[in-house]
T-cell receptor, first 117, second 111 residues
Framework: GAVVSQHPSRVICKSGTSVKIECRSLDFQATTMFWYRQFPKKSLMLMATSNEGSKATYEQGVEKDKFLINHASLTLSTLTVTSAHPEDSSFYIC?????????????FGPGTRLTVL | GENVEQHPSTLSVQEGDSAVIKCTYSDSASNYFPWYKQELGKRPQLIIDIRSNVGEKKDQRIAVTLNKTAKHFSLHITETQPEDSAVYFCAATDSGYALNFGKGTSLLVTP
């Protein structure tokens, strides 16, 4: 159990276009999902916390109008990179927390490699 | 906010030897400390975790120790194998769930 999927796994787009990344919890309900980005040979940096049915909480320095997050159901959160630029090229990974108060375990998706030309 | 420091950044050991990675954290409210293994281009995989009410936890060749007073925790891998080669991340979090990651340790196990 505790499987998290992401789609697409890889995307290449032109500068100025928008890209949507989906994160799904396949066998559990996730009240909270997180979005991270990871540059090559670097650690994971939290971008935002996504709670089902409410607005996402963004980390300092992350533009909410550029990285749109929607968590419309207990199994799906989406991240849209608007007007993408080459500096947005990165590995985007989501994680999901299984519902319940007794666990903090985060399950990660396989990641999405975004390349902006 | 929480600040997690991880050392060393790179570690090379011979197959069969032990490997130890250490992390410190700054927020005394942190109560959950997972360790993740990440292979190139793959997702982080949880390998072991420890909560603040426990001082040590072991799972076969992997163990984690936690010193709440000193605010540090360590990962111990015994009898290392080449397939243990990967990047290892420690993390810490309080009850708010968001993980604060260390910068990672690139472990290389040579045959």
């Amino acid at each position: 159990g505790a499987v998290v999927s992401q789609h697409p796994s890889r995307v290449i787009c032109k500068s100025g276009t928008s890209v949507k990344i989906e994160c799904r919890s396949l066998d559990f309900q996730a009240t909270t999902m997180f979005w991270y980005r990871q540059f090559p040979k670097k650690s994971l940096m939290l971008m935002a916390t996504s709670n089902e049915g409410s607005k996402a909480t963004y980390e300092q320095g992350v533009e909410k109008d550029k990285f749109l997050i929607n968590h419309a159901s207990l199994t799906l959160s989406t991240l849209t990179v608007t007007s993408a630029h080459p500096e947005d090229s990165s590995f985007y990974i989501c994680s999901a927390v299984r519902g319940g108060l007794s666990t903090d375990t985060q399950y990660f998706g396989p990641g999405t490699r975004l390349t902006v030309l | 906010g929480e600040n997690v420091e991880q050392h060393p950044s790179t570690l090379s050991v011979q197959e069969g030897d032990s490997a130890v990675i250490k992390c410190t954290y700054s927020d005394s409210a942190s109560n959950y400390f997972p360790w993740y293994k990440q292979e190139l281009g793959k997702r982080p995989q949880l390998i072991i975790d420890i909560r603040s009410n426990v001082g040590e936890k072991k799972d076969q060749r992997i163990a984690v120790t936690l010193n709440k007073t000193a605010k540090h925790f360590s990962l111990h891998i015994t009898e290392t194998q080449p397939e243990d080669s990967a990047v290892y991340f420690c993390a810490a979090t309080d009850s708010g769930y968001a993980l604060n990651f260390g910068k990672g340790t690139s472990l290389l196990v040579t045959p």
